[in-house]
């Protein structure tokens, strides 16, 4: 049986998938293009009482993100909304609002997946055509990953898996493109799931 996907990302680890610095997610994350949630228990808000994840207003953690380095680690949110909510939810003054620290910020797997597909943005490829990969060891993971995992929900899942197999088994982090790996695997997947 197959674990299912993952559900969210910390920044650090969508900073290191994208290769960007945690400051430009905060900074999409301001100008409206990803929603960054974090996981809170019963905290009243207002008149309501919100827990679990959350959305947060990202310019309450905007100076968490200097580039420079000198932002706190830790700031206080005094707004959120649940996800696919439209409606912030205020903690009046004079309470003290919630404490979190830049670790306790969180991407939701829907909200990354939708960004990087608005965006184009995939793993680092290698521009250089000529360059041989390791296709025989790629073939053996994906065995692996098959016989251990069985078939994914969908085959993007599984050609982004392959992509981090390259770049975590070659010497210079690189992996082939997106598509050639997928014309790769799509046969392979279309063989099995007509067996299945």
Known sequence: MALPNRVIYTLPEAAARWSCHIADIAEWAISGQLEITIAIPPTRFGAEILSDLVVIAPGDILAMFRRCGTGPREGVIRRARMPGGSEWKHIPP?????????????????????????????????SNPTKSYDWEGFYGALILRLFQHGLPEKQGDLVGEMLDWFIANS???DAPDESTVRKRVSPILRMLHAEA
């Open 94 to 126: 004079p309470d003290a609002g919630l404490r979190v620290t830049r670790d306790d910020l969180l991407i939701q797997a829907g909200t990354l997946a939708r960004f990087e597909e608005e965006h184009g943005v995939f793993r680092r490829v290698n």
């Open 171 to 173: 010497t210079d982090g």
